[in-house]
């Protein structure tokens, strides 16, 4: 019913950026906060950043004055600037969005991830 796709993943050395980007698709009639998490191997997902519909923001401490979140919400798509990324940053990201899809349902909804590894 609902898909979010990510892009933007890759490989990069300590220092470098990369833009994370997700667009949801299928039965929406709104999606209300949107967000990026991570894993790393080993560890539990945990937050990276977080945006409401309202454009309200939630970010990570680690993350934090070099990660960016911003959301087209006519585009139904969330992105994650990273700069200054450390090797501590190489997880598997993961997009999540709460939807509430066209039979009123709320669900939660993740994409497949994409890989991020900051070399050093």
């Known amino acids: 019913q609902v898909q979010l796709v990510e892009s933007g993943g890759g490989f990069v050395q300590a220092g470098g950026s990369l833009r994370l980007a997700c667009a949801a698709s299928?039965?929406?009639?709104?999606?209300?906060?949107m967000g990026w998490y991570r894993q790393a191997p080993g560890k539990q997902r945990e937050l990276v950043a977080t945006i409401t519909s309202g454009g309200s923001t939630n970010y990570a401490d680690s993350t934090k004055g070099r990660f960016t979140i911003s959301r087209d919400n006519a585009k139904n798509s969330v992105n994650l600037q990273m700069n200054s990324l450390k090797p501590e940053d190489t997880a598997v990201y993961y997009c999540?969005?709460?939807?509430?899809?066209?039979?009123?349902?709320?669900?939660?909804?993740w994409g497949q991830g994409t890989q991020v590894t900051v070399s050093s």
């Open positions: 999540n969005a709460i939807i509430t899809i066209i039979t009123d349902s709320l669900g939660n909804y």
């Open positions: 299928g039965n929406i009639y709104s999606i209300h906060r």
